[in-house]
């Protein structure tokens, strides 16, 4: 494993690097840069790591991604101004032009939703972990269970239950 090239090294752990960092800064581009940055120093590291253990370098480029991301956040190079071009304009106009009403009803809908999330990492943080790793980030149910000492069928059943959780929660909120 240590043989392996730097992009089969960044295709394979990007995926949780760049969602950890996207969870600091909520910018796509910047979470990006995050991941890459982690994950080219990690290998150049790797022939000090284990990266045969799988529990162990996921752990270690979330918590990097987390904490790359925070200094970024806190960096002020990392504010960029942007100068638009005719191109970008007239498309911005467009995006102006739309019902105010549906903006607003949009904008709503996004916040409630938010807003239910939120409430359902506070109020279940293990699940929402569990949910997070292994629906949005693909990282397989043995692995998640190996790194919350569960077995294979508690983590199935508590994404279960997450998703059960938060599908009348959203109800509540859209009915």
Not at 77 to 101: G, K, M, N, Y
Not at 136 to 152: H, Q, S
Request: hydrophobic share 35%.
């Amino acid at each position: 494993m240590k043989n392996q090239t730097y992009e089969e090294f960044y295709l394979k752990y990007r995926k949780i690097s760049k969602a950890y960092a996207y969870g600091i800064l909520h910018d796509w581009n910047m979470a990006d840069d995050v991941s890459q940055d982690v994950l080219y120093k990690m290998y150049n590291m790797r022939k000090g790591l284990n990266v045969d253990n799988e529990k162990m370098m996921y752990s270690l480029i979330r918590r990097s991604s987390v904490n790359k991301a925070m200094d970024y956040k806190k960096k002020s190079s990392s504010r960029h101004e942007f100068v638009c071009t005719e191109d970008i304009s007239e498309i911005l106009e467009v995006q102006r032009s739309v019902d105010a009403e549906e903006v607003i009803l949009r904008k709503e809908k996004k916040e409630s939703m938010y807003m239910v999330l939120e409430r359902f990492r506070e109020e279940q943080p293990l699940n929402y972990e569990i949910l997070i790793q292994v629906k949005y980030l693909d990282i397989p149910v043995e692995i998640v269970a190996e790194e919350f000492g569960l077995t294979k069928s508690g983590v199935n059943n508590r994404i279960y239950k997450a998703k059960r959780w938060l599908k009348e929660e959203f109800r509540k909120v859209y009915e």
